[in-house]
């Protein structure tokens, strides 16, 4: 009933604000003209937005178009006829009526048509259940289950699993803003993988009805940064620059996941019909547009992010926590590898690598744990300087783990030419190269790093 009243209220005011310039004393039939002209060019926008808004479809839109586009031209001949005649007072007042009768009326027929009056109201919870898609008692049973672990880690901060479950379930729940900083502080944590750092950068944007903002698109690039490859920040990169108002490079960022798309990505087709439509939209000739990676990160999202309300020493002290914990558990391989991955957040790389080393003598063929290692152990090495025995050690390791792994062939490459073997580093960087696709500027970056080694 409250809603009624609600709605009612709404109504009058609209007619009354519509009404008072009719009531005015006006000279001429010509300045009637020109606001009921108006009025029609407000409701063609209103059309146009209620579907973009998806509340019309494109033939319900089209009729309402057609009838106020009538209505225009009706309004047009009845100014004509109405100069004619000696007053205006009265086909102002049956416009004042015709508004009074038709406004609330109208509005009130395309309510009871196109929305729904009798839909009770629908509370938060309700609406977590709908967004479940499951049958009611097991969605109240996750529901209460979620609700369990955001009290579990209001009690243990420190748990970047934790986290990382709040998190999707949040996202399960459309809980975006939430899933957001609960991603934050698993990141903040230590977990900083692609998937992470994507999922991250994704509820920011959902958050924000799909705006990609600074955070987001630096949770992006970071991830970019730890898998050159992944789909979903290389396509949210895309997006960030469409919005930006850079149509031609998010083609060019499009076209870069093209070419090195295997033919059976599941994304795939939707890149095609992404690079179709804003070509259509723009006029722009995707041949014509050069593929282009988007710009990685530099961790910054990792690093920088603390949780809300959490300073640096507060998350200082969880990360001590947890290698007081490990220091009861030694064997625990995937603490080590979280508190290998917090220590090199906080930039204690010393640390970080004394972590790594534990989960790799634990697990000695985990791709992951020696590459964390050796990422550790490159943290702090300036940028011309040679790279680390036990660094190269770990490459070598990656190298015989995973033969084709760009990191391993381009350090082991890069230690080649700074142990005066350019031939080895030849060898090691074209087979690098030769893997990367025709349109990577990396590969255009090395294929000038090999033409200028040396003759061996």
């Known amino acids: 009933m409250i809603l009624w009243l609600v709605f009612a209220a709404l109504a009058l005011a609209t007619v009354a604000a519509l009404l008072w310039p009719l009531w005015r004393a006006r000279s001429a039939g010509a300045e009637r003209l020109g606001y009921d002209l108006a009025v029609y060019k407000d409701q063609l926008a209103e059309v146009d937005r209620d579907r973009e808004r998806g509340l ?21 001949e009845r100014d004509r006829a109405e100069a004619a005649a000696a007053g205006a007072a009265r086909p102002r007042r049956l416009a004042a009526v015709f508004i009074a009768i038709v406004v609330p009326a109208g509005a009130f027929a395309i309510y009871g048509t196109l929305g729904a009056p009798g839909l009770p109201d629908q509370p938060f919870r309700e609406r977590q259940v709908q967004q479940l898609d499951m049958p009611r008692d097991q969605a109240e049973k996750m529901i209460q289950l979620v609700e369990q672990l955001a009290a579990r880690m209001k009690e243990r901060p420190d748990e970047p699993q934790g986290w990382m479950m709040l998190a999707r379930s949040y996202r399960a729940l459309g809980r975006h803003a939430d899933a957001a900083e609960a991603y934050r502080r698993a990141v903040a944590l230590g977990i900083a993988d692609a998937d ?10 959902m958050a924000k009805n799909g705006e990609i903002g600074p955070e987001a698109r630096q949770a992006f ?3 970019l940064a730890a898998d050159p490859g992944e789909p979903r920040a290389a396509y949210y990169l895309g997006l960030a620059a469409l919005q930006a108002g850079d149509a031609q490079g998010a083609i060019a960022i499009w076209k870069n996941m093209q070419s090195g798309a295997p033919a059976d990505a599941p994304w795939l087709p939707m890149i095609n019909e992404r690079i179709a439509a804003v070509a259509q939209q723009t006029g722009l000739d995707p041949a014509g547009i050069a593929a282009k990676a988007p710009q990685a990160g530099n961790g910054s999202a990792a690093a920088a992010q603390a949780p809300a309300g959490m300073d640096e020493e507060r998350i200082r002290a969880m990360v001590d926590q947890l290698a007081a914990r490990m220091a009861d558990s030694p064997g625990d391989f995937d603490g080590w590898m979280r508190l290998g991955r917090s220590r090199l957040v906080l930039g204690e790389a010393d640390k970080a690598a004394e972590a790594y080393r ?9 791709l992951e744990a020696r590459l964390g290692l050796a990422g550790a152990l490159l943290a702090n090495v300036p940028k011309d300087a040679a790279l680390p025995a036990e660094f190269v050690a770990e490459m070598r390791e990656v190298a015989r783990l995973e033969p084709a792994n760009a990191d391993a062939l381009y350090f ?14 030849r060898v090691l960087w074209t087979k690098l190269r030769d893997q990367l696709p025709e349109s990577s500027p990396d590969r255009a970056d090395l294929d000038r790093q090999i033409q200028a080694l040396p003759a061996s």
């Open 358 to 366: 534990k989960a790799v003598a634990l697990k000695p063929d985990s």
């Open 412 to 425: 082991l490459g890069l230690a080649e030419m700074q142990a005066g073997r350019p031939g080895e580093a």
């Open 196 to 205: 992470t750092l994507s999922s991250w950068g994704e509820s920011l944007a």
């Open 56 to 76: 019309l479809n494109e033939a319900q839109a089209e009729a309402a178009r057609t009838e106020i586009q009538r209505r225009a031209l009706a309004a047009a």
């Open 221 to 223: 690039a970071d991830a």
